[in-house]
């Protein structure tokens, strides 16, 4: 690939002495691209791997240097260190854990046991459920149990990645709330929550992501001996994406800039997408100025300037300073798709003119559709309307809890059918798989199954009462041998194999989960003819399941003396009842298929940094838009880097901070646009009610005032 200057000006920045170089510009300009022609470059000149610390913000980005590294000439390929801010911190923190721990708080004669969110939400629950039974914690919240569990660890999270101290928490939000009395209980009761957390992480050397970043930051970093390991270490530092990173990284690339022989950093303009998960864009800016070189580049590689134009247009009609002032016409770039006054009529609308586009040249995976949130709905009818035309639909939505993802459940389905002495309880009920649910575990395992019968067997399979599949060969009578007629024979062979094999295995003794998945799969789930043989999205979720499922048994296991059955169910419960997932990079699978078009949420299009010829914004009118999520028991603007402790959060703050997020969000999406945007609206939306949402209303100011001054 031939790099345009700017490119070479970064790929051929300073081995040594060069004080640092910050490249700024649009998406799609080319940063990554040469960054990760520096980190072949340096390789190739013969340094050693070690030496190279490449800084990104999630783990998805890894993948692009990892794959340049590997396709390079290099003496040595591959070996540099390519890692997320947290991914450095837990592999130093366990590196250097004897030199902290005392001081910690914590032992140091004893391993570490490093926790996901989902094992965190776990460690959590068992200190809030007991609060919640018997002192009435959090009664007056109406929140999902993994809402609930996910805010009180991200109080924890922000304090650890902004740099202040956990026992804050509840001041900071106390000083900026000014609505009922009866939420500052529900504050200092989250503040308990997190107190309660962290001693316990103390007492049995659990490390969370806030515990685990703190230790870097405030025990680990500040060491004379782990300093002069650093400067030994980490000679060139590549940093990608500077302004979607927490306050504490970007600390840590502040120190690192003068002790290495050569650094370069990326940053986007108008990014900071995530500030939910603590980024911080004006802290980037101010690293930034102390390097000693900058290189700005253009938006050559960039979306088409029409594209641009239309963003600003909307950004100036939010009374939002866009990031670049640009003339024209934002209506040149924008089609608006027919009127609709149902919902399901913009999706058929949007399915059209995407085939059109299809029959037009463009490539499907370079057609993205994106909207301000995903539903079962969408996915279902778009997928619907999209194959109509012959076209695949590829779901970018890694958030998905594990019970949500129907092949998990599935499968939890068909653990829990496996141990039928087990007493689940989920949300304080006792649980039994329903018909329905025995239907879904039915037609994710066998394989051309549709749900209508799928239920059918279910019924037959699993009737009230059940908990285990029936041997259905032990029953030739009239219902089985008609059922069979419906359902089909091979289906028949399928489920036979299916049972017994359940069956074999409930007379012996109970295996680890992870053991259990394994074997089910590999014995039976993964043969042909049965649903995860060919279904890459089945076994993506299948692997997540036992990557999740393995890491809570290395997690809790260790902590408490349970059986492996015992874990097992303990597991199982939790997903059920509802926890939200952690993030694996089997979510992240790196290109779209060729023949599908990609769905996604604004968000999630704008911080994986996808690319689109095509970009199709359905559901203008909705509120989704511009709502932030209901996150009583934490605030990312109050407990960010900038916010000042004791300013109440009022209604101007609220409106101003909507504004400019669904600004930042316009522009970051036009910017990844390389072709023409095509808006997609109802006058009633999914639920039946009108809408005109702020967005809309945006839009039709934006191109009122093109029409003004055209």
């Not at 002495?17 to 470059?41: E, F, H, I, Q």
């Not at 939000?173 to 992480?201: E, H, N, P």
């Not at 838009?625 to 934490?634: E, G, S």
Request: hydrophobic share 45%; proline share 5%; charged share 25%.
């Amino acid at each position: 690939m031939e790099l345009l200057p700017g490119q070479q000006r970064i790929v051929q920045f300073a081995r040594r002495g060069g004080g640092g170089l910050v490249a700024v510009g649009p998406p799609g300009t080319g940063k990554s691209t040469a960054l990760a022609a520096r980190l072949v470059a340096l390789a190739s000149e013969g340094r050693r791997p070690y030496e190279l610390l490449v800084l990104v913000a999630q783990r998805a980005q890894a993948t692009r240097y990892e794959r340049a590294s590997a396709l390079s000439r290099a003496p040595t390929r591959g070996g540099a260190e390519i890692v997320t801010y947290y991914g450095l911190c837990r592999r130093l923190v366990g590196l250097f854990w004897p030199l902290i721990a005392e001081q910690a708080g914590m032992d140091p004669r004893g391993e570490p046991t490093f926790l996901t969110i989902e094992t965190t939400q776990y460690h959590m629950w068992q200190i809030v459920a007991p609060l919640m039974r018997e002192e009435g914690y959090f009664a007056e919240l109406a929140i999902r149990r993994d809402r609930l569990l996910s805010q009180l660890i991200d109080n924890l999270n922000k304090s650890a990645l902004v740099g202040f101290d956990h026992t804050d928490i509840y001041a900071r939000l106390r000083s900026a709330w000014v609505g009922d009395v009866d939420r500052i209980k529900t504050y200092w009761q989250a503040q308990d929550c997190a107190a309660r957390l962290r001693s316990l992480c103390r007492e049995r050397n659990l490390l969370d992501l806030s515990l685990t970043v703190e230790l870097f930051d405030r025990y680990l970093l500040p060491e004379p001996t782990f300093q002069r390991y650093l400067q030994a270490r980490y000679r060139h530092l590549l940093v990608d994406n500077l302004e979607e990173n927490v306050p504490v990284a970007q600390r840590l690339v502040s120190w690192l800039l003068p002790h290495c022989d050569s650094a370069v950093l990326a940053i986007d303009e108008g990014g900071g997408h995530r500030i939910f998960l603590g980024a911080d864009a004006d802290g980037a800016d101010q690293v930034a100025k102390e390097c000693s070189a900058r290189v700005e580049l253009t938006a050559a590689a960039a979306g088409l300037p029409d594209a641009r134009i239309f963003a600003a247009a909307v950004s100036r009609a939010l009374r939002v300073p866009p990031l670049r002032e640009l003339g024209g016409d934002p209506r040149q770039a924008v089609e608006v798709l027919p009127d609709a006054k149902y919902w399901v009529g913009m999706v058929r609308n949007a399915a059209q003119q995407i085939a059109d586009q299809v029959r037009a040249g463009v490539p499907a995976h370079r057609i993205a559709v994106v909207a301000p949130y995903v539903s079962e709905v969408l996915r279902f009818t778009l997928q619907e309307e999209l194959r109509s035309h012959g076209i695949g639909l590829f779901l970018l939505r890694p958030s998905t809890t594990l019970r949500d993802q129907y092949a998990a459940r599935g499968l939890l389905v068909l653990t829990a059918l496996a141990h039928s002495g087990w007493t689940l309880r989920v949300q304080n009920d006792v649980w039994r798989p329903s018909q329905a649910e025995v239907a879904l575990a039915l037609e994710v395992a066998l394989g051309d199954l549709d749900p209508l019968r799928a239920r059918m067997l279910a019924r037959v399979a699993a009737p009230a009462g059940a908990r285990s599949l029936q041997d259905l060969a032990m029953h030739a009578g009239g219902d089985t041998a008609s059922l069979w007629e419906q359902v089909g024979f091979q289906v028949r062979e399928r489920y036979q194999a299916l049972q017994q094999w359940l069956a074999a295995y409930a007379l012996g003794e109970p295996q680890g989960l992870v053991v259990f998945l394994t074997n089910l799969f590999g014995d039976v789930l993964s043969r042909a003819g049965f649903g995860l043989h060919d279904d890459a999205d089945r076994v993506r979720a299948c692997a997540r399941l036992i990557e999740s499922a393995a890491k809570f048994t290395a997690a809790v296991g260790r902590g408490d003396a349970l059986e492996r059955g015992e874990l097992a169910r303990r597991y199982v419960e939790l997903v059920l009842g509802g926890i939200a997932s952690a993030e694996y990079l089997t979510d992240w699978p790196t290109e779209p298929p060729q023949d599908a078009v990609v769905l996604s949420t604004a968000f999630a299009y704008v911080t994986r940094d996808l690319r689109s010829e095509v970009q199709v914004w359905l559901d203008l009118g909705a509120e989704g838009w511009w709502d932030r999520p209901n996150q009583p028991l934490t605030h990312p603007y109050v407990l960010s880097r900038t916010w000042q402790v004791g300013q109440p959060w009022r209604e101007i703050e609220e409106d101003t901070a909507r504004r400019t997020g669904l600004a930042r969000l316009v522009q970051g999406l036009a910017s990844r646009c390389e072709g023409r945007i095509l808006l997609g609206s109802s006058e009633l939306g999914v639920d039946g009610a009108e809408q005109s949402g702020p967005l809309q209303r945006a839009v039709l100011r934006a191109f009122a005032a093109g029409r003004a001054h055209g």
